[in-house]
T-cell receptor
Framework: EAQVTQNPRYLITVTGKKLTVTCSQNMNHEYMSWYRQDPGLGLRQIYY???????DKGDVPEGYKVSRKEKRNFPLILESPSPNQTSLYFC???????????FGSGTRLTVV | QKEVEQNSGPLSVPEGAIASLNCTYS??????FFWYRQYSGKSPELIMF????GDKEDGRFTAQLNKASQYVSLLIRDSQPSDSATYLC????????????FGRGTSLIVHP
């Protein structure tokens, strides 16, 4: 089944404890992105990648890191999480420019 | 700053009626337009895309694009309670990296 897989689905952590949210797609898509979704603010792009080793900042990159060492994987790293990073996170992938995204199931992160 | 505007709703329609969802965008260079459906607690799902002026139909869904007026609409015919969800409009500009801008979504409620 073609899909984008994110893990974990739910995560509660403490301020300052480094964490990684994994994302993997099995559709051989070129493009991958991370979004966060907050009530009243909609979907905001954190980082995106157009190919292996090619990443760039989205609208809200502060406090996040990403890497794209393999085509299928695009992990999101929070080196020192803070409570304002409590949110619902989505990973998404696309075959290329002009195509829509396929979204993962989401990761609900709570930072206390 | 590229903007995509949607009325947050909720838009309430009776079962069997036509639901009309609208989206306006600020960037005249926008080339690709997408509609996503997001059920509460779930990830967005691509339901329609349109690139050219005019209408595009897919089952009960019709996307309408008017580039001169910078708006895109989604019509849902014979609305069903299962169509109750938030509908997100996304717009991508011509060229450059693939960075779609999402609207904040319109909540649709279809009541029996």
């Amino acid at each position: 089944e073609a899909q984008v897989t994110q893990n974990p689905r739910y995560l509660i952590t403490v301020t300052g404890k480094k964490l990684t949210v994994t994302c993997s797609q099995n559709m051989n898509h070129e493009y991958m992105s991370w979004y966060r979704q907050d009530p009243g603010l909609g979907l905001r792009q954190i980082y995106y990648s157009m190919n292996v080793e090619v990443t760039d900042k989205g609208d809200v990159p502060e406090g996040y890191k990403v890497s794209r060492k393999e085509k299928r994987n695009f992990p999101l790293i929070l080196e020192s999480p803070s409570p304002n990073q409590t949110s619902l996170y989505f990973c998404a992938s696309s075959p290329g420019a002009g195509y829509g995204y396929t979204f993962g199931s989401g990761t609900r992160l709570t930072v206390v | 700053q590229k903007e995509v505007e949607q009325n947050s709703g909720p838009l309430s329609v009776p079962e069997g009626a036509i639901a009309s969802l609208n989206c306006t965008y600020s960037d005249r260079g926008s080339q690709s337009f997408f509609w996503y459906r997001q059920y509460s607690g779930k990830s967005p799902e691509l339901i329609m895309f349109i690139y050219s002026n005019g209408d595009k139909e897919d089952g009960r869904f019709t996307a309408q694009l008017n580039k001169a007026s910078q708006y895109v609409s989604l019509l849902i015919r014979d609305s069903q309670p299962s169509d109750s969800a938030t509908y997100l409009c996304a717009v991508k500009s011509q060229g450059g990296s693939y960075i779609p801008t999402f609207g904040r979504g319109t909540s649709l409620i279809v009541h029996p």
